[in-house]
């Protein structure tokens, strides 16, 4: 504890009395300074015991020392000693009024006290302070690096809070609590997540001070990483500010806890590579070797169903790395939820390999719906901004069928490019009609030629061949039940048919060419 008003008056060699505000004598004491001026508020910081002899005072005028008094007490001097047996005998009883009226502690210095006596114990009391704080912070360094060491992050947070005596919370690289110590700080924790978001949009190191959720308490936030993004935050709830000892005590858990979340880069490149490594290897059929490298690493990633993840910036990326985000939004699922997860940068794309309907996939769709209800209102504003992230997304696969879900979640995301989504997933795909694929430019122009001949000859007024033979089509070839539709006889369609036949240079037999013709109908019935 600093020194106090009280910690002078018990001092033995002192001999300080007590005249005048007996009931704040528990103000900490920041420094003594002897001043004779008539106002020495401008020379004041807040926190002095003022030493004075009154030697450029009335101390006997009551007016004159009432407003003495209240500019030091404006000024935040804690308390006010007057040598006595110098310019005066006794404390002039103008001077003590004055100083109970303002609740300012006034203590009389003996003759045989001098204030440089009270000058050194203030200072070596502070020293000492300081020397405690110091030796305590030491302390709870290597006591926060002890848990750190042997229980993890958990056991860093509950050091902490026991070391500040309030409470710790840590949050990952999406603003998400991963740990709380004591246990019944995690709802209050929980309060805390807009302002962690907000703390996130800043360039780490960053820092700042809320007060807690229903005025509980005070909290600073701090983030954790050395990198322009960071990685993590951690929260600290206290009663009042804390002190020293408790300073000492934060930062050395946020760089612990850094230490803990920032894996070096020459680790993180490691593992990138040894993730590379691991889906090359499921890509080219060979699982088995997959699982020897993955080790425990990704090895129950292997053992379980999964989905292969395919992710793209667009044509024209927004500001900002949102490969870079989608890869910590799925880590951070994962990691809370204790799953395994392989995520691979791989050029301009980035692959993931995530337990089927696990935490991580599950994350990875909440992200890329956000950005698509982003970019809807965008469009709606006449804001669009062209593709920013896509995304495709295999069916469940194992390890023996890696190459077939990575080439599911490639034409899940070329279907999503042309389509302007953000997110598509391959079993969508099945689900739906091969009519929307169609509408392509390569795809029209092809239907263009092939049936040009038609409709330049139904454009003459000579039949109507185009109608006829999307009936026949719709029919299977069925004569009496296309010519129907129509209201023509069947002997007229018959003879449509085969002209169709000599236009086109092909045969009705061949069931590549219905096909062909069907598709070439329906693509340019997609463009009307």
């Known amino acids: 504890m600093p020194p106090t ?102 203590l009389e210095v003996p003759r045989r006290t001098p204030f440089l006596a009270i000058s050194k114990a203030v200072s070596a009391a502070i020293a000492a302070d300081q020397y405690r704080a110091v030796t305590a912070g030491f302390a709870a360094q290597r006591e926060l690096t002890k848990q750190a060491l042997t229980d993890g992050p958990e056991g860093l947070l509950s050091a902490l809070a026991s070391q500040v005596d309030g409470w710790a919370a840590l949050y990952d690289a999406s603003g998400a609590v991963v740990a709380t110590a004591p246990e019944w700080a995690g ?36 983030s954790l990483g050395t990198g322009r993004r960071p990685r993590a935050a951690l929260a600290v709830g206290t009663a009042a500010a804390p002190g020293t000892a408790e300073r000492y ?45 993955a080790g425990d690493l990704y090895g129950s ?51 993931v390999l995530a337990v089927d309907g696990g935490a991580a996939v599950g994350a990875c769709g909440e992200y890329t719906a956000g950005l698509e209800a982003g970019r809807a209102v965008g469009e709606q504003g006449g804001a669009g901004d062209g593709d920013q992230l896509v995304v495709g997304v295999s069916a469940p696969a194992g390890p023996v069928a890696a190459a077939a879900a990575y080439k599911q979640a490639e034409q899940a995301l070329s279907v999503a490019r042309r389509r302007g989504r953000v997110c598509v997933e391959h079993e969508q795909l099945a689900a739906g009609s091969v009519v929307p694929l169609l509408a392509d430019d390569a795809v029209r122009a092809f239907a263009d030629g092939l049936l040009r001949a038609l409709y330049e000859h139904d454009a003459t007024g000579r039949g109507d061949l185009v109608a006829s033979l999307r009936a026949w089509l719709s029919r299977h070839g069925q004569w009496d039940a296309a010519a129907a539709d129509l209201g023509v006889h069947r002997h007229t369609l018959r003879y449509r048919m085969r002209r169709v036949e000599e236009i086109l240079g092909r045969s009705l037999d061949d069931p590549d060419v219905r096909m062909e013709l069907w598709l070439a109908l329906k693509a340019t019935s997609t463009e009307q």
């Open 5 to 106: 008003l009280a910690s002078l008056v018990h001092h033995s060699t002192l001999k300080l009395t007590v005249r005048a505000g007996e009931d704040r004598l528990d103000v900490p004491v920041r420094w003594a300074h002897v001043s004779e001026l008539a106002d020495p508020v401008p020379y004041m910081e807040g926190g002095e015991l003022l030493l004075i002899t009154a030697l450029k005072l009335d101390a006997e005028d009551p007016q004159a020392m009432r407003r003495y008094v209240k500019r030091l007490v404006g000024a935040g001097v804690v308390g006010l000693g007057f040598a006595v047996g110098v310019n005066y005998e006794d404390i002039p009883e103008a001077l003590v009024d004055a100083a109970a009226g303002e609740r300012l502690p006034l």
């Open 187 to 222: 709802r209050r924790a929980a309060r805390l997540t807009a302002d962690v978001e907000r703390l996130r949009e800043r360039p780490a190191p960053a820092s700042s001070v809320v007060g807690g959720p229903d005025n509980e308490d005070r909290v600073e936030l701090h």
């Open 249 to 293: 005590a934060v930062h050395s858990a946020i760089a612990l806890l850094t230490l803990t979340t920032e894996r070096s880069r020459s680790l993180r490149a490691a593992e990138q590579r040894l993730g590379a490594a691991v889906l090359r290897m499921l890509l080219a059929g060979e699982p088995d070797h997959a699982r020897a490298v």
């Open 301 to 351: 990633l292997l053992d379980a169903p999964f989905r292969m993840v395919v992710a793209e910036e667009g044509r024209a990326p927004a500001e900002g790395d949102l490969l870079g985000a989608l890869a910590e939004v799925v880590e951070s699922a994962a990691a809370r939820a204790g799953e395994a997860v392989l995520v691979v940068p791989e050029g301009e794309r980035l692959v």
